[in-house]
């Protein structure tokens, strides 16, 4: 069983910066290609970016693409998203998602997923 959770949410001004983290107990994290989606209120969840198990290949939403980095450290069994040049339009909750385990990954395809964090809260103001 793998057990996510997410933290480093919080409001920022627009034009700042932010770093999620996703951790997991359990199984090491190193097995699962893992990805960040997020949703806004009275939208759909929606892709923002994923990265292999090994950490060489990452996959970016056209939204995000030069503004996020999604980065890796399996040793601590971390994802990380670096977040800079926030818009009022980031603002959602966060979701990390892993799986499936032993496949290289990544991908962009929710279903595909087989373990989701609760979530944590990213609020960008204009």
């Known amino acids: 069983q793998v057990q996510l959770v997410e933290s480093g949410g919080g409001l920022v001004q627009a034009g700042g910066s932010l770093k999620l983290s996703c951790t997991t107990s359990g199984r090491t994290f190193s097995s699962y290609p893992t990805a960040w989606f997020r949703q806004a209120p009275g939208k759909e969840r929606e892709f923002v970016t994923a990265i292999s198990w090994s950490g060489s290949s990452t996959y970016y939403a056209d939204s995000v693409k030069g503004r996020f980095t999604i980065s890796r450290d399996n040793a601590k069994n971390t994802v990380y998203l670096q977040m800079n040049s926030l818009k009022p339009e980031d603002t959602a909750v966060y979701y990390c998602?892993?799986?499936?385990?032993?496949?290289?990954?990544?991908?962009?395809?929710?279903?595909?997923?087989?373990?989701w964090g609760q979530g944590t809260q990213v609020t960008v103001s204009s």
């Open positions: 998602a892993a799986g499936p385990f032993g496949t290289s990954g990544p991908y962009f395809n929710p279903g595909q997923y087989n373990y």
